[in-house]
């Protein structure tokens, strides 16, 4: 009998999802529904630590005992933190201020255990900050992907991995983290919990051909 407690990912998102399970994972998900919005002053690092950190705590009190995994992700183009899109009004504005610039993606990650089983800290976080560079497309090249309604769920409004839109021209840090879910991050958070997932640089490579793990420097 697996009596090890239940992993519970605290977010919707269907890319955290996919990337989850490709490490080969077995959860559950329950979306945190916090307020998001940062507050005046807040930095782009400290607003997704928080932010992070107050989904794993909504979560861990609703599944007490349960390994609960949750991440924020935020862009930042000139110093101003750029989450969702409100509209696809909202989504063209952001994806023509983001083409042709190099811009920030901060992704934080927290591994929570509501009744302190855990050896160290109840709450464990991990930031990740990458450089993204955007391609210069075409404001019809902008009008047709946000017409798919793809950019209305993904800060910035664009997602790294869209086979046909494909945005970005390059990246210095880490590709999953940008999508959403750093896996490096996540398996150090879960080995430290005794539950190591399978080797996440396969994953990482099939999703970008490259892995921050092996080599590659992460961080701005």
């Known amino acids: ?57 909504v979560v861990a009190e609703q599944h007490p005992g349960e390994l609960v995994l949750a991440a924020d992700t935020v862009v930042v183009l000139d110093n101003e933190i750029l989450g969702k899109p409100a509209d696809p009004v909202q989504a063209v504005e952001m994806l023509s201020a983001l083409r042709g610039r190099m811009h920030y ?14 050896s160290g800290p109840h709450l464990a976080t991990r930031l990740s900050c990458s450089k993204v560079w955007i391609r210069n497309f075409t404001d019809d090249e902008i009008r047709d992907y946000v017409a798919t309604g793809d950019p209305l769920d993904k800060a910035g409004a664009y997602a790294i991995q869209h086979p046909r839109f494909s945005p970005v021209e390059r990246w210095d840090g880490c590709y999953t983290a940008i999508m959403g879910l750093p896996l490096g991050a996540v398996a150090e958070l879960l080995s430290e919990a005794g539950r190591p997932p399978a080797d996440v ?6 999703q970008s051909g490259a892995c921050c793990l092996r080599g590659r420097q992460v961080g701005c």
């Open 201 to 206: 640089i396969p994953v990482c490579e099939r």
């Open 105 to 118: 993606v901060f992704t934080a990650v927290s591994l929570r255990k509501a009744d302190g089983l855990l």
């Open 1 to 57: 009998m697996n009596s090890r407690p239940a992993l519970i990912l605290a977010s919707s998102s269907p890319r955290r999802r996919a990337l989850l399970a490709e490490v080969g994972l077995d959860f559950a998900v329950a979306a945190a529904d916090v307020d998001e919005r940062a507050y005046p002053g807040e930095s782009p690092a400290d607003l997704v630590v928080r932010l992070s950190e107050s989904k794993g705590h």
